[in-house]
């Protein structure tokens, strides 16, 4: 793939069908979608990355807490991100179970994809909220701490849409724009393309909103004190990833049925979204950047 790339030229754009991905590993009674599995993925690495934090001094909270933590955390990412495709980007979604069962219910057919970061972001503030009160822990912390590891699921999750050839980027002529197909690409099934060369906006998103705030997050806490300042983590991940989405939505192709609303407006509607992140993070950095950092000694919760 990486070939094609470097040999492409804006006369002869790549043609997204050439690349031979898959959406999936076939496992003869179903197949398993790079999307779910970067998802599960993503939630595993985080998990295991804050164990291993815990074991530092100066750790928020115990192990069993991290255990009941990504429990409900994959449970706000799945359920908030949901939600809050249906209310940002979709809301018909919240019409269409009027005259039908629940299984048709639109809402709930996750496998017919929609998800958004805002809302499950907020579904995993929710849930760290929750354990952080039923466990009288402190919550700024326990942000810190699982915000680190969170860059390495929207890495997956946006490598996951370009292999699905979905999300695509905006109209463009550079050398490395491709020309996707008409719908997410299926097995087996010759896709009809747009005919457009379009930016592979997927790729820019994993690589800043992924791996550029992946390296950012684990080089604070490993690298230097940072996680002794309560919501320094939370207030850069909040900030990076914000600018980082911000940016990104200018060569990323607006949702069609908020193409309108981008023309109106000037901005997509993420970069809508993204606005009070950015400026809720550069608060939460100056907090405590303007407060004494704890003793590297602080004991952890039992």
Same mark, same amino acid.
């Given at each position: 793939?990486?070939s094609?790339?470097?040999?492409?030229?804006?006369?002869?754009?790549? @043609?997204?069908?050439?690349?031979g991905?898959?959406?999936?590993? @076939?496992?003869?009674?179903f197949?398993?979608?790079?999307?779910?599995?970067?998802?599960?993925?993503?939630?595993?690495?985080?998990?295991?990355?804050?164990?291993?934090?815990?074991?530092?001094p100066?750790? &928020?909270?115990?192990?069993?807490?991290?255990?009941d933590?990504?429990?409900?955390?994959?449970?706000?990412?799945?359920?908030?991100?949901?939600?809050?495709?249906?209310t940002f980007?979709? &809301?018909?979604?919240?019409?269409t179970?009027?005259?039908?069962?629940?299984?048709?219910?639109?809402?709930?057919?996750?496998?017919?994809?929609?998800?958004?970061f805002?809302? #499950?972001?907020?579904g995993?503030?929710?849930?760290?909220?929750w354990?952080s009160?039923?466990?009288?822990l402190?919550?700024?912390?326990?942000?810190?701490?699982?915000?680190?590891?969170?860059?390495? #699921?929207?890495?997956?999750?946006r490598l996951?849409n370009?292999?699905?050839?979905?999300?695509?980027?905006?109209?463009?002529?550079?050398?490395?724009?491709?020309?996707?197909?008409d719908?997410?690409?299926r097995?087996?099934?010759?896709?009809a393309?747009?005919?457009?060369?379009r930016?592979p906006?997927?790729?820019? @998103?994993?690589?800043?909103?992924?791996?550029?705030?992946?390296?950012?997050m684990?080089s604070?806490f490993?690298?230097?004190?940072?996680?002794?300042?309560p919501?320094?983590?939370?207030?850069?991940f909040?900030?990076g990833?914000?600018?980082?989405?911000?940016?990104?939505?200018f060569?990323?192709e607006?949702?069609? @049925?908020?193409a309108?609303f981008?023309?109106r407006?000037?901005l997509?509607?993420?970069?809508?979204?993204?606005?009070?992140?950015?400026?809720?993070?550069?608060?939460?950095?100056?907090?405590?950047?303007r407060?004494?950092?704890?003793a590297?000694?602080?004991?952890? &919760?039992?």
């Amino acid at each position: 793939m990486l070939s094609l790339l470097a040999a492409s030229t804006a006369a002869d754009p790549i @043609q997204f069908s050439s690349l031979g991905l898959q959406t999936g590993i @076939q496992l003869g009674f179903f197949t398993l979608r790079f999307y779910s599995l970067a998802y599960l993925l993503g939630v595993i690495f985080a998990y295991w990355h804050t164990s291993r934090a815990l074991k530092e001094p100066g750790a &928020p909270m115990a192990q069993r807490h991290a255990d009941d933590l990504f429990f409900y955390c994959t449970l706000g990412v799945i359920i908030g991100g949901r939600l809050g495709y249906a209310t940002f980007y979709e &809301p018909a979604l919240w019409t269409t179970f009027a005259n039908d069962s629940w299984f048709s219910w639109r809402l709930v057919r996750l496998w017919e994809g929609g998800m958004s970061f805002h809302g #499950g972001l907020i579904g995993v503030t929710v849930a760290m909220a929750w354990i952080s009160w039923r466990e009288k822990l402190n919550f700024i912390r326990v942000v810190d701490y699982v915000a680190v590891g969170v860059p390495m #699921g929207m890495l997956l999750g946006r490598l996951a849409n370009f292999v699905n050839g979905e999300l695509w980027g905006r109209a463009t002529d550079v050398p490395w724009g491709i020309v996707f197909c008409d719908g997410i690409a299926r097995e087996g099934v010759k896709c009809a393309t747009t005919g457009i060369v379009r930016h592979p906006s997927q790729l820019y @998103q994993a690589g800043l909103e992924g791996l550029a705030m992946l390296v950012i997050m684990l080089s604070l806490f490993w690298l230097t004190r940072a996680r002794y300042r309560p919501g320094l983590l939370a207030g850069v991940f909040t900030t990076g990833m914000g600018i980082a989405r911000f940016v990104n939505e200018f060569f990323r192709e607006p949702d069609q @049925q908020l193409a309108d609303f981008a023309a109106r407006t000037g901005l997509s509607m993420g970069q809508w979204l993204t606005i009070p992140l950015i400026l809720t993070g550069l608060i939460v950095v100056i907090f405590a950047l303007r407060n004494k950092p704890l003793a590297a000694g602080t004991a952890a &919760p039992a």
